[in-house]
């Protein structure tokens, strides 16, 4: 009665290829999808206060966006302008007129 025991063989040797396969196919979802990563709860993230909504001036020389306090101002004809620097300012000849 050979084939019984070979029956059995069979039998514990699927048992431990499942029980194998399905430790290996468990480590490879582990590897490739982590699931026992801790989902981190809270959505507030620390923003910088800002100290009030301050329009940015565009430098008409370079086109940079200013903070019109940190800016270097000038004033032609009654019509202020803001520079990223004083090299704008000096560069700056007035506001573009059309001739005619
Ligand atoms: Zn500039």
Redesign the pocket.
């Known amino acids: 009665m050979r084939i019984i025991l070979e029956a059995v063989i069979a039998v514990l040797a699927i048992t431990v290829l499942r029980a194998v396969i399905g430790m290996i196919m468990k480590g490879f979802s582990d590897l490739f999808g982590p699931s026992s990563s801790s989902s981190a709860g809270g959505a507030s993230r620390p923003q910088r206060p800002a100290p009030g909504p301050e329009p940015l001036k565009k430098?008409p020389?370079?086109?940079?966006f200013i903070a019109a306090s940190s800016s270097v101002q000038k004033t032609v004809d009654g019509e202020t302008f803001y520079?990223?620097?004083a090299?704008?300012r000096d560069k700056f000849r007035g506001p573009v007129r059309k001739a005619g």
Do not use: L, P
């Not at 020389?61 to 940079?64: N, S």
């Open positions: 430098d020389m370079c086109g940079t520079f990223c620097s090299e704008c």
